[in-house]
């Protein structure tokens, strides 16, 4: 299978380096520091103690690297817009892409859904992204893993090893099944799922509080779980996207509250947003909280806390030119 990786960040160096690992030709679509670092040394992730290290061809123009059977993209959202329209000579008429990103993905407004009112702003403003990677490509993917850049083309993987990956609208399929063999080839424990926009919406109403709330406080998730009036809001505004989901066929049994149990579990870890900002890096808000707050307003739910959490965290990110003005 012929696979190319575009963002060769913490998710897609985790991803590209594994699958080269274990045979597959992977190539990557990147740019800067982390291009030259991949032309010079290959693909590097480090995990259990080792580095795993493997080829690459690697370029910062689709054109140089053709056609692919598999597309995986793994930037960060607020990259998306540039990025998509640059894929196209990478896509093929059986070309699958995958999306390996965190949040509300842009293509969740389309096929089976039963949401109204075409693309959602809020990720995929005016339809550009899908109009540049047409819904008949796409697989969906979940990703439960803790990685990291710690230098240009250079990934730690500290924990979580699995992804889940299903057709948006549901069911097996042929090609759904032979890319998660690919992947569980690749060491990753991979769920085959029948409700992908399911897994996709339980995975954020998870994440979609601690990020934003240890974004703007700096506090690791054990000390947002041990501050009862943080934890508490973070409850009200689960409670409200667990409404929002039930309206669109993504409802949750689970309480907010047995989800922050499992959060404990992990420790003081840093999320993924905290981590952006103490980077500098933008924020991913729009396809983590954004989304959410605009599906809502479509379904008729209100949302007043998950309005609030997207208000300071939109403000607090833009003062530090995190978030576009």
Same mark, same amino acid.
């Given at each position: ?19 080269? =690992?274990?045979?597959?030709?992977? +190539?990557?679509?990147?740019?800067? %520091? !982390? ?5 010079? *040394?290959?693909?590097?992730? *480090? #995990? ?13 123009? &689709? ?10 993209? &793994? ?34 407004? #389309?096929?089976? +859904? ?16 899908? %109009?540049? @990677? ?19 083309? @250079?990934?730690? *993987? ?8 299903? #057709? ?8 759904? /099944? ?31 509080? !601690?990020?934003?709330?240890? %974004?703007?406080?700096? &506090? ?15 409850? %009200?505004?689960? /409670? ?10 993504? =409802?949750?049994?689970?309480?907010? #509250?047995?989800?922050?149990?499992? !959060? ?43 309005? &609030?959490?997207?208000?300071?965290? /939109?403000?607090?990110? /833009? ?7």
């Amino acid at each position: 299978m012929k696979t190319c990786i575009v963002g060769a960040g913490a998710v897609g160096g985790f991803i590209g380096a594994r699958l080269a =690992a274990s045979g597959i030709a992977t +190539s990557a679509l990147a740019r800067g %520091a !982390t291009l030259a670092a991949l032309r010079e *040394h290959g693909w590097r992730l *480090h #995990e259990a103690g080792q580095l795993v290290q493997a080829p690459v061809t690697a370029s910062d123009d &689709a054109a140089d690297l053709g056609v692919q059977d598999l597309v995986v993209i &793994a930037v960060k959202g607020p990259a998306l817009g540039q990025v998509a329209p640059a894929i196209g000579p990478l896509l093929g008429p059986d070309t699958v892409v995958l999306p390996a990103m965190n949040g509300v993905p842009w293509w969740f407004a #389309e096929g089976a +859904s039963p949401l109204p009112g075409g693309p959602l702003d809020s990720v995929d403003p005016g339809g550009a992204v899908g %109009a540049a @990677v047409p819904y008949r490509h796409l697989l969906g993917c979940v990703i439960h893993a803790s990685t990291s850049t710690v230098a240009p083309g @250079v990934v730690q *993987h500290r924990m979580g090893n699995g992804l889940i990956v299903g #057709e948006p609208d549901g069911g097996v399929s042929a090609r759904a /099944r032979h890319v998660s063999e690919v992947l569980g080839g690749a060491g990753f424990a991979v769920t085959l799922s029948e409700r992908i926009r399911y897994d996709i919406w339980y995975k954020l109403w998870g994440n979609m509080t !601690t990020n934003p709330v240890t %974004a703007i406080t700096g &506090a690791t998730a054990d000390r947002l779980l041990d501050d009862p009036l943080a934890s508490a809001f973070c409850i %009200a505004a689960m /409670r409200e996207a667990g409404l929002v989901g039930a309206r669109i066929g993504c =409802a949750i049994d689970e309480t907010p #509250e047995d989800r922050h149990g499992v !959060t404990r579990k992990l420790g003081a870890f840093k999320t993924s947003m905290l981590q952006d900002v103490e980077a500098g890096r933008p924020i991913e808000l729009d396809n983590i909280v954004g989304a959410v707050r605009e599906i809502g307003q479509r379904v008729g739910v209100a949302t007043p806390n998950i309005d &609030a959490l997207f208000g300071l965290t /939109r403000l607090f990110a /833009r003062t530090r030119g995190l978030y576009p003005a």
